[in-house]
Structures are given as structure tokens and as C-alpha cells.
């Protein structure tokens, strides 16, 4: 089960700090990634990150303002989203898959992510 928190309404430029608590871990939930999807566009890979190695993965439109990162001991995954833009708005989601899909050049579909959280609403104005 993956239950996230931490979204909010916030000004363009401002910052937030998403976290998603994982109910267990396994080798088949070690590769856990954040998408969104904002009203009316498809769902899209924002980061990825291998938690047994710490490789991340990032998609162009984020890089440089969000950073994942995960704490094995509290099992929770975090995405720290720095200077916001409109463009931003969406429900982030948080997923978790097999390790392989970290070095997928795929990630960012989702497709291959089994498990899912409820979601998290981040509104920047």
C-alpha cells in the first residue's frame, strides 16, 4: 500500500515536498517513481528512483527543481518540488515496480508499475 501526502496550493515559484509511506518493501517494489497527471492530459513520469542503488531518473521538463529521494529505514519515498510553475499543476501519484524498470528507457509510462497511491493534489498559481 502506498499512501501519499504533502501536496498543497502554493504561489509559482514556491516549493513542496511530496512523500509517499510504503506498507512493505520487497524486491519487486524497488524501483518506485512519481507520475502526474494534470485535467485533461495523459499520465506522466516525472522521476524514478532504484532504492537499492540510488540511481534516479527524471524527466526533462523537471530537472534541476524536483529531486527524489527514498529512506530505506522510514520506507518512505519523497519528491522535493522546487520553484513551481503553473505548468505544474496536477495529481501526483506515487508507484512502485520491479528494480528493472529504473533502467527502463520506458519509466515514464508507467505502464510496468504495479502498485499505486491514491494521489496527492499540487495546485500552483
Known amino acids: 500500500q502506498l499512501v501519499e501526502s504533502g501536496g498543497g496550493s502554493v504561489q509559482a515559484g514556491g516549493s513542496l515536498r511530496l512523500s509517499c509511506a510504503a506498507s512493505?518493501?520487497?524486491?519487486?517494489?524497488?524501483?518506485m517513481g512519481w507520475f502526474r497527471q494534470a485535467t485533461g492530459k495523459e499520465r506522466e513520469g516525472v522521476a524514478s528512483?532504484?532504492?537499492?542503488?540510488?540511481?534516479?531518473n527524471y524527466a526533462d521538463s523537471v530537472k534541476g527543481r524536483f529531486t527524489i529521494s527514498h529512506d530505506n529505514a522510514k520506507n518512505t519515498l519523497y519528491l522535493q518540488v522546487n520553484s513551481l510553475k503553473p505548468e505544474d499543476t496536477a495529481m501526483y501519484y506515487c508507484a512502485a515496480s520491479s528494480w528493472y524498470n529504473c533502467y527502463s528507457g520506458s519509466w515514464a509510462t508507467g505502464t510496468d508499475f504495479g502498485y499505486w497511491g491514491q494521489g496527492t493534489q499540487v495546485t500552483v498559481s
Open positions: 528512483i532504484y532504492t537499492g542503488g540510488g540511481r534516479t
Open positions: 512493505e518493501y520487497t524486491y519487486t517494489t524497488n524501483c
